[in-house]
């Protein structure tokens, strides 16, 4: 079963678009939660549901397929170099737009530490 069937069949209905919470840099293995937004906490069976609470973050946007993504990535290197910000250990993507939209859009989000 998927997650949002999951979510479904315990009653919850997703408020916020798919994410993938990356823990680290990935290597050869990747740290990945994957997900949907709900609006409040709840008893999922089958789903371990995490609490992400707000805190400030640098946020960028990809317009554009997501075998590009790595064009928007590239570009935090220059950015942190010119404006010296600690991120956290995680970052998140949320995905804006289903995947077969035309445009594609993703927000990468890097929790400040």
Known sequence: MCIRDSLGAAGVVASAPAYARYFGMPSEFVDVEIGFGIPTAADVPGVVVTEHPATPALIG????PYDQL???YD????WL????TE???????????????????????????
Request: hydrophobic share 35%; charged share 20%; aromatic share 10%.
């Open 61 to 64: 946007t990809h317009v554009g």
């Open 70 to 72: 790595h064009a928007s």
């Open 75 to 78: 570009t935090l290197p220059g």
């Open 81 to 84: 170099e010119a404006n010296p």
């Open 87 to 113: 991120l956290s250990d995680s970052m998140f993507e949320f995905y804006e737009s289903e995947p077969d939209a035309d445009p594609q859009v993703t927000k990468l989000v890097f929790p400040l530490a």
